[in-house]
């Protein structure tokens, strides 16, 4: 496994529509297994194969809900008082070829962020629920009602297989605010 690169905007390359795989080989269990170690690393919750430069309909989630069962560890780092953290559960996902069906005629708003948009969170509204369709590493059909943090996160990362960004649901204005405060960041950084 190894760690990849993780493209940013303006690269051109996410904006290319990326193309469903047909071959369910060694090859694909590297790439996912290499997009887990990338997303785990940088830290995200979900991360598309073209934002590591591979225009294939493949995706990886883990939304690493806190680990009830775990025991929490006593952290000092936020100003030298001593609280609690849950570890976190890791609960991998793998998607390709991912289809959504029938989404929800009700919205829900979260703020979104992006590994190739670093920095920028901003409120984007998509169906509330969906059901997808997706195979796994295998090529094995799977289809699932989803709705929360899930629903938005898979509608996120299908967005990437598209070419599409979560700035690009933005109005213009805003856009081109994220886009300029990202300029600005990296000027300074
Ligand atoms: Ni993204």
Redesign the pocket.
């Known amino acids: 496994m190894a760690i990849r690169e993780i493209i940013e905007v303006p690269d051109p390359r996410l904006k290319v529509i990326s193309e469903p795989v047909t071959k369910f080989d060694d090859e694909l269990k590297t790439l996912v297994a290499d997009m887990f170690e990338t997303m785990y690393d940088a830290p995200?919750i979900?991360?598309?194969a073209i934002?590591v430069g591979v225009p294939q309909r493949v995706l990886v989630i883990d939304l690493q809900p806190e680990d009830p069962d775990a025991e929490p560890e006593v952290c000092t780092a936020h100003g030298g008082h001593a609280h609690s953290h849950q570890p976190l559960k890791r609960e991998p996902r793998v998607f390709i070829n991912p289809e959504i069906l029938d989404p929800s005629d009700d919205f829900s708003v979260y703020s979104?962020?992006?590994?190739?948009?670093p920095e920028i969170y901003a409120d984007v509204e998509r169906p509330a629920r969906i059901r997808a369709r997706w195979q796994d590493l295998d090529g094995k059909v799977h289809e699932e009602e989803m709705d929360g943090l899930l629903a938005t996160c898979l509608q996120?990362?299908m967005?990437?297989l598209e070419g599409i960004?979560?700035i690009d649901h933005l109005s213009r204005l805003k856009r081109q605010m994220a886009l300029k405060k990202l300029d600005k960041l990296r000027k300074t950084a």
């Open positions: 995200g979900g991360l598309a934002q979104e962020g992006c590994l190739s948009v996120h990362e967005d990437h960004l979560f």
